[in-house]
């Protein structure tokens, strides 16, 4: 669940997002404008959760670099911060300092509530193909599919059943059944 940007006369950057209190809500800037979301629900972190141990083993077996989940600070781009759902990326020596450059981030995710849908899919898109991310899924649980933005594509591809994803260096492939995916998750979170 999401609640809109706070409107503030203010620019916002990653240094005054980093100054702001730890009150339990997730807080991104980009261009400018500050993005605040509360603590995601369960159904949420139960898909982050999935596609977590899904990318985790294939990442560290292919040697590519790093896979996070939030809450974690990311600056990808000058006085930018955001709290990507998950996060895959290669290693340089700015990753210490919580910076990831656009060109390193193999892979984006958000996970869709009805609150962040349209930042996730506008704002945060336009934000993650301004930077030269390889790949950003937006993953709509209610709808059980994957919409997916490949750099330097006009349209996403919509995935539901088989998802195929082998970034730049890996020797072969990961690929993730879909329905699998979303049929494990526990019945009393569906709908919610």
């Known amino acids: 669940m999401g609640m809109p940007a706070v409107s503030s006369p203010a620019y916002w950057t990653a240094a005054m997002v980093r100054e702001l209190p730890d009150d339990g809500n997730r807080y991104e800037c980009i261009d400018g404008e500050l993005l605040v979301t509360p603590s995601p629900g369960n159904l949420h972190q139960w898909i982050v959760g999935g596609l977590y141990r899904a990318i985790f083993p294939y990442m560290d077996e292919m040697r590519l670099g790093l896979v996070q989940f939030s809450p ?53 898109r336009a934000f993650y193909a301004r930077i030269g991310v390889s790949e950003y899924w937006i993953v709509h649980p209610e709808s059980r599919l994957i919409e997916r933005w490949r750099a330097g594509a006009s349209a996403a591809i919509w995935e539901d059943r088989e998802l195929v994803w082998q970034p730049e260096g890996a020797a072969r492939p990961l690929t993730i059944d879909l329905p699998a995916l979303f049929d494990a998750v526990p019945e009393i979170l569906r709908g919610s």
């Open 72 to 124: 974690l600070d990311v600056e990808l781009d000058d006085g930018m911060i955001v709290q990507p759902d998950i996060l895959a990326f290669r290693l340089s020596p700015s990753v210490k300092t919580g910076r990831v450059h656009g060109r390193d981030l193999l892979l984006t995710v958000e996970v869709l509530s009805p609150s962040t849908a349209r930042r996730d899919r506008g704002l945060k």
